[in-house]
């Protein structure tokens, strides 16, 4: 299961790190992702880290977030700058394309206007 960290609140503007500890699997031959949900509203993918390190994001966070992995500390990281108030959600990390048992309890991002 995946353990998430490093959510918070923010002012609009601010930065954030988040970081994903990744267990009970082979790491390193796996795609990561991170994904967000607000309430009301589905899951959605944020960005994903392939086992050869490219990476994919939204358009919505193109050019803001980085997303990166360590494989020899299986963790998954994601960094976040220039946030709004549209990023606040709950973000979790989980294999691409997601496994449903695989959920952790996510990280808050709230940011503030």
């Known amino acids: 299961q995946a353990v998430e960290s490093g959510g918070g609140l923010v002012q609009a503007g601010g930065s954030l790190r988040l970081s994903c500890l990744a267990s009970?699997?082979?790491?390193?031959?796996?795609?990561m992702a991170w994904y967000r949900q607000t309430p009301g509203k589905q899951r959605e993918l944020v960005a994903e880290?392939?086992?050869?390190?490219?990476?994919n994001y939204a358009d919505s966070v193109k050019g803001r977030f980085t997303i990166s992995r360590d494989n020899a500390k299986n963790t998954v990281d994601l960094q976040m700058l220039s946030l709004s108030s549209e990023d606040t959600a709950v973000y979790y990390c989980?294999?691409?394309?997601?496994?449903?048992?695989?959920w952790g309890q996510g990280t808050q991002v709230t940011v503030s206007s």
């Open positions: 880290i392939t086992s050869g390190h490219s990476t």
């Open positions: 009970g699997m082979i790491f390193a031959i796996n795609d």
């Open positions: 989980n294999l691409s394309p997601p496994v449903d048992g695989y």
